[in-house]
């Protein structure tokens, strides 16, 4: 890794990279007998966008879920603004300021695209659960500066057109997008992205590769993502861990990446 | 997080504003009438935008306000009079505010059509010579930076939407808010000069500048003097008897003259409220919200919302279909006649009054028509079906005839003279004859000061004693008076056989039916006509939905061997209705394909107001037209198109060619 110079700079396009606000030490996970990551140590730079990229069945989306809280490491730490996480429930982790989208997108089908992004500031919300059940009292207030929040969201996303239309009858491109609606409406440290691309056409993926470099300029949210297109990831990423068969085998700029002899191996195959 | 570009709170004013101490002779500018209106409306809404879902509004007086803190920044900036501010980006109260902003400095507003391109957008601001340029987001902002080479006069540009423009080079770049708060603190030295140069307006000073779409050859710049767009907004406000009260949608281009004169002219004339949709695609949204009372569109926009109303009835339950299409027969028979003030019997006074509450008020709510008092429609043809339907629901759609270089008015229906197949009286003011040659002439308070930097052709369109050209050949009705468009006058040709060729009369009978979007005819010097069809996506992809019929593109739903079944029939019936006028018998279509894509603005193969350049695409289809009369069943062709973004890419497609049932005319029946 040639980023070892942990003080903060400036990059060609003018974002400021701060210090290690997350670092993984020594990540393993076993589910029984199958260690799906092992010993994998990487950081993560305060306004930076980092890519996890490798084969299928890397661990990529383990590693990830490891990073959210879904599962607690069987061996090493999370490092969370210079203090070791104690194991904790995945809403604790998302209180202290992490976000994620999915994979296979996970939204309530049933809801309008309003409402699911709602959700997302479900940790941000103090009135009681009666209170706003019965939408009484505090709950009206806080819900009025909650929407606020939300409505910036959906003018920045551009998703207007689609406040009041059920999740269920969008397309696939736009689901993704509410979905990171959501996450943003949680106004995260870190954004975790699982696949944002997946499934989409090149001009969605325009679209959604300007939207995750906006989030990063606008709010300086740093961004963790795991994606197969390596074009996007070349572009998008300030620094790229690429991991094969649970281990880490490449860390570095995308340039550097690009070069490393495993990570080619990995990809293309080694000739016996 | 914060992002945003809501305006700042209102800041204690230092004393009198300018616009309180100008002193206007007449009512002879747009802004002394801004003026006026601050004053007698004070806090009656004057714009409304839709934002973080919800209208956020501003008075008179916050208009007034807002508008000379961006003068004031303008002058700041060094803009002197007579410099052309170019505005650019889609219907925003703020760049409504920087037009009059521009005519408060003595500068003239220019505005641009969002949708342009980079080279287009440098062809108009290097033959403007435009020093500013006021945008609306990044994406406008790019196209400029990416031509500003080219534009030597170029040289501050000022933003509305910061957002992700924070690391740009801010050395000719500023932020619309910091324009105006420097315009704020600067108001003790600038206020002299301002008030000068806001009193220096007069009848003849240019209001706005407006590059006509240009069907040929490049766009010209409309140069509008005060007079022009004062006297026409007060006659067309009287016509319609616009008043304050009314409300209006601004969606359509800014650079559309039609904009200019209903978003700005009208209302800052009556004094009424403009609102500004959310986002282009909440439109729809928003019209139901705001209820304007006042609408204008294009055939297009009513043909689009027909066209849902039918495809969500098709969909609808047994019962609401059979209610449904119950009551619109009976719409149709009573409807426009009700409307145009005639007699109609008891009994079906009463059926339209339980329809208006099962079907017709639903359905104009669901329009966002429930208070439309006077609707318009004007720039192309109106189908007599699409035309009908409105009015049968009570709407009092009319059409009127216009064009850029007259300040849009030249004929209008007054109401309960409405009809399908005419335009109009001519409008308060302007006078209307017809050339030798059949070609329309108006002469007008509203008429054109001159095309900018072109002499020549200002000469050609306008002649000494001020009568203008249209281009269209028209005639008037001896009975009613109205004005009857038959076609473009340069489009009318001759046939081998010496008999008219009127493309668009054809074309237009074409586009009547929902599932043809737009179709352009050949055979101007030929012995037969052929045509080149445009299928409406939504109406046959639907259609083939309800069909099982499987399609994985525009192109091969285009190819589809029922489409063209179904598109040969509508040609054969326009035929027959074509057939009947003798002159015009020899334009019926004899051949036909359905084009492969689109035809696109992107392309060059429409203008940005979406009319057919019929040279570019005779040019550019060269090879499928020479099909088309050599008698070949099919043709293999390649076809570039452009992307949004600029890019090139081709397309390469195997077309059918189909001949059409013809009918027999006097002409070939003497034979």
């Not at chain 1, 649970?246 to 070069?259: H, Q, W």
């Amino acid at each position: 890794m040639s980023v070892t110079d942990l003080e903060p700079y400036t990059t060609e396009d003018g974002r400021e990279i701060g210090g290690v606000v997350m670092e993984m030490k020594n990540i393993t996970l076993r589910f029984g007998g199958v260690v799906a990551i092992k010993d994998i140590s990487f950081d993560i730079r305060q306004g930076e966008i980092r890519a996890i990229i490798g084969p299928n069945g890397a661990g990529k989306s383990s590693m990830l879920n490891v990073i959210s809280g879904f599962y607690t490491p069987s061996e090493g730490q999370v490092w969370y603004q210079g203090q070791p996480r104690p194991a904790m429930k995945p809403f604790e982790i998302a209180r202290q300021g992490v976000a994620r989208t999915f994979q296979n997108i996970a939204l309530f089908e049933g809801m309008s695209t309003l409402d699911n992004i709602m959700t997302g500031r479900l940790t941000h919300m103090k009135s009681s659960m009666l209170s706003q059940g019965l939408w009484w009292g505090k709950a009206q207030q806080e819900e009025a500066k909650h929407r606020e929040v939300v409505e910036k969201v959906i003018d920045f996303l551009e998703i207007q057109n689609i406040r009041k239309t059920p999740v269920g009858r969008l397309p696939y491109g736009l689901k993704k997008r509410v979905e990171l609606a959501r996450a943003l409406a949680a106004e995260p440290q870190i954004l975790l992205l699982d696949e944002p691309m997946a499934g989409m056409n090149v001009e969605e993926k325009e679209d959604m590769s300007r939207f995750i470099l906006d989030v990063n300029d606008e709010f300086g949210t740093t961004i963790a993502l795991i994606e197969h297109d390596m074009g996007v990831v070349m572009d998008l990423s300030d620094r790229v861990v690429v991991m094969d068969y649970g281990k880490k085998i490449g860390d570095g700029t995308p340039d550097e990446v690009r070069n490393n002899q495993d990570v080619i191996d990995a990809y293309l195959g080694v000739a016996n | 997080m914060s992002m945003s570009t809501a305006h700042l709170g209102k800041v204690a004013k230092p004393g009198k504003s300018v616009l309180e101490q100008a002193k206007f002779a007449e009512l002879n500018s747009v802004p002394a009438l801004l003026a006026r209106n601050a004053r007698e409306f004070k806090n009656a809404p004057a714009y409304r935008e839709k934002e973080y879902g919800i209208w956020q509004s501003w008075t008179w007086e916050d208009t007034a306000e807002e508008i000379e803190a961006l003068a004031l920044g303008l002058l700041n900036l060094g803009v002197n009079e007579g410099d052309h501010i170019a505005v650019i980006g889609r219907n925003r109260p703020y760049l409504y505010w920087s037009m009059v902003a521009a005519q408060m400095v003595g500068a003239v507003p220019v505005p641009l059509y969002q949708d342009a391109n980079a080279e287009e957008m440098a062809y108009v601001l290097g033959h403007c010579g435009a020093r500013f340029v006021i945008a609306g987001d990044q994406e406008q902002v790019d196209k400029v930076i990416e031509v500003q080479e080219d534009l030597h006069q170029f040289e501050h540009m000022i933003y509305l939407d910061p957002r992700g423009m924070r690391k740009y080079d801010h050395t000719r770049l500023h932020e619309y808010e910091h324009v105006q708060v420097q315009g704020r603190a600067a108001f003790d030295e600038l206020e002299k000069e301002l008030k000068r140069r806001v009193e220096a307006a007069n009848w003849d000073t240019t209001c706005v500048m407006l590059y006509t779409s240009g069907t040929t050859g490049k766009p010209k710049g409309v140069v509008l003097s005060n007079r022009n767009i004062v006297v026409t907004a007060q006659n067309s406000s009287d016509f319609d008897h616009l008043k304050r009260d009314e409300e209006i949608l601004a969606y359509l281009p800014m650079a559309w003259v039609g904009d200019f004169i209903f978003s700005m002219g009208q209302a800052m004339w009556a004094g009424f409220c403009v609102n500004c949709p959310e986002s282009p695609e909440t439109m729809m949204t928003d019209l139901r919200e705001i209820g304007p009372s006042y609408y204008f569109a294009p055939p297009r926009i009513f043909e689009t919302q027909l066209t849902q109303v039918m495809i969500r009835m098709e969909d609808a339950g047994n019962f609401k279909r059979k209610m449904f299409h119950y009551f619109m027969e009976h719409a149709k028979k009573v409807g426009p006649k009700m409307l145009d003030g005639e007699s109609v019997g008891l009994m079906d006074k009463l059926k339209y009054a339980v329809g208006e509450v099962t079907t017709y008020g639903p359905l104009k709510s669901a329009l966002g028509f429930s208070k439309v008092r006077v609707g318009y429609t004007a720039g192309e043809a109106i189908g007599p079906e699409i035309f009908e339907f409105y009015r049968s629901l009570g709407i009092n759609l009319k059409q009127l005839y216009g064009q850029t270089e007259a300040g849009v008015f030249i004929t209008q229906q007054p109401d309960g003279q409405v009809r399908n197949d005419t335009v109009g009286v001519p409008s308060p003011g302007v006078e209307v004859k017809i050339g030798d040659n059949g070609e329309v002439f108006y002469r007008s308070p509203g008429t054109f000061v001159e095309y900018y930097k072109n002499p020549e052709s200002t000469a050609d369109t306008k002649d000494a004693e001020g009568w203008v050209a249209t281009g269209d050949a028209g005639f008037f009705e001896e009975d009613t008076g109205h004005l009857r468009i038959i076609d473009r006058a340069k489009d009318v040709g001759k046939m081998a056989d010496g008999r008219l060729f009127a493309p668009k009369y054809v074309e237009n009978k074409l586009k009547f039916f929902p599932d043809i979007l737009e179709a352009v005819v050949f055979g101007d010097g030929r012995d037969t006509c052929t045509a080149f069809i445009n299928i409406d996506l939504t109406a046959v992809g639907n259609w083939a939905e309800r069909n099982n019929i499987a399609y994985a593109s525009y192109q091969e739903l285009a190819g589809h061997p029922e489409v063209y079944g179904s598109i040969a029939s509508h040609i054969a019936e326009v035929n027959k209705s074509v057939a009947q006028d003798p002159m015009l018998s020899g334009c019926q279509i004899h051949r036909f394909l359905i084009l492969h894509k689109e035809l696109d603005a992107d392309d060059g193969e429409m203008t940005r107001t979406r009319k057919v350049r019929r040279k570019i695409v005779a040019e550019k289809f060269d090879d499928l037209i020479t099909a088309l009369y050599d008698g070949s069943s099919e043709i293999s062709t390649v076809t570039e198109v452009t992307y949004e973004d600029g890019r090139k890419g081709s397309i390469s497609a195997t077309l059918e060619l189909r001949d059409v049932e013809v009918q027999a005319d006097q002409k070939m029946a003497a034979e």
